[in-house]
């Protein structure tokens, strides 16, 4: 049967600007970094982007070499958008990135002109869409002048293949360097995609976030649960489905390693104080990371549709009280 949105789904989800400029992104926005590539199951993909999108996540995040196979969650998605989603695509935030490799030669990676808008071309032709509304440079490039890597953004918001320009991984002298040249260029900017979570501090500690509330840059939290340690599957060890368990099969990065018993004992005391807040250890990481305006929203990843609805539920439940919140910094950074 054709797909027919839900037509409640804008009742529970809130949106927030992202930095200075009229784009509201949902607290939470769908990333496809994982799940979505070569070897996934399309019906269940349907089914994730779908179910998001029936409960107001509105964002739906990619990149070139989001698979595995390069380039397979974007043709993936571009299925989802004809066969369901096209009727809404003006409800619908498509961001997408180009920085890490995704073909053979000199002109496949990095943040040359050449590479930014080849890659922007052959993203949308994956998608099967005119544009996106989001394009990031996916990570700074020491080999690239940040100028030219900043105009070839800017060129593809002028040439109406995007939106808004973005950049992602980018620290805060670099942040605000681009900043600078994209405002010159009078090219809408609007945020910057970083790496998040309680066990993960460094956009406070390089002083990114407070620059970015202050200066009018949005700030969108990827990996907010660690890449799953911030969750209830580790509290009892390593189970045989999980991605540390799987390694470099499980397309993630987790390695036994870093599940140290110092670590197991963060993670459980870490999930004392979720229950007592009535959550479980999933979704107060989200929280924390959505706990006060300077976050504009949270990616998160899922392999079933019921983890997009747990997800959910932090909706309304993002106050912490100094007590936690001091418990839990005293917890994840000692």
């Known amino acids: 049967m054709p797909y027919t949105a839900d037509d409640r789904r804008y009742q529970t989800m809130l949106y927030r600007r992202s930095g200075n400029s009229g784009l509201k992104l949902p607290l939470v926005s769908l990333g496809m970094w994982h799940n979505f590539?070569?070897?996934?199951?399309?019906?269940?993909m349907r089914k994730l982007c779908l179910t998001a999108f029936d409960h107001g996540i509105t964002h739906f995040d990619l990149a070139n070499n989001y698979g595995p196979e390069r380039g397979s969650a974007e043709e993936n998605f571009g299925r989802i958008l004809a066969g369901d989603l096209k009727p809404y695509r003006d409800e619908l935030i498509i961001s997408t990135k180009a920085g890490y490799i995704m073909w053979d030669g000199p002109y496949g990676d990095g943040g040359s002109r050449k590479y930014l808008l080849s890659s922007l071309d052959q993203s949308l032709k994956r998608m099967g869409i005119p544009y996106v509304d989001i394009f990031y440079h996916h990570r700074m490039d020491p080999n690239t002048p940040l100028e030219e890597s900043m105009m070839a953004l800017d060129t593809a918001v002028k040439s109406g293949k995007a939106l808004y320009a973005g950049i992602s991984n980018y620290d805060r002298e670099h942040t605000a360097q681009a900043m600078k040249i994209l405002k010159e260029l009078r090219c809408p900017f609007v945020i910057n995609q970083s790496r998040y979570s309680i066990f993960d501090r460094h956009i406070e500690f390089d002083g990114l976030k407070h620059f970015a509330a202050e200066n009018g840059c949005g700030i969108i939290a990827f990996s907010p649960l660690a890449q799953g340690l911030l969750t209830d599957r580790y509290l009892n060890g390593i189970p045989a489905d999980s991605r540390i368990a799987k390694g470099s099969k499980g397309g993630g990065f987790l390695k036994p390693e870093q599940l140290t018993d110092t670590r197991m004992k963060q993670i459980r005391m870490?999930?004392?104080?979720?229950?007592?807040?009535?959550?479980?250890?999933?979704?107060?990481?989200?929280?924390?990371?959505?706990?006060?305006?300077?976050?504009?929203?949270?990616?998160?990843?899922?392999?079933?549709?019921?983890?997009?609805?747990?997800?959910?539920?932090?909706?309304?439940?993002?106050?912490?009280?100094?007590?936690?919140?001091?418990?839990?910094?005293?917890i994840s950074l000692s």
């Open 37 to 44: 590539g070569t070897y996934e199951n399309f019906g269940n």
């Open 270 to 330: 870490l999930h004392e104080i979720a229950e007592s807040r009535g959550q479980t250890l999933a979704q107060m990481a989200l929280s924390w990371v959505m706990r006060d305006e300077e976050i504009t929203s949270v990616l998160i990843g899922a392999s079933k549709a019921q983890q997009i609805l747990d997800n959910l539920a932090i909706i309304g439940h993002l106050d912490f009280t100094d007590e936690e919140l001091q418990a839990i910094d005293e």
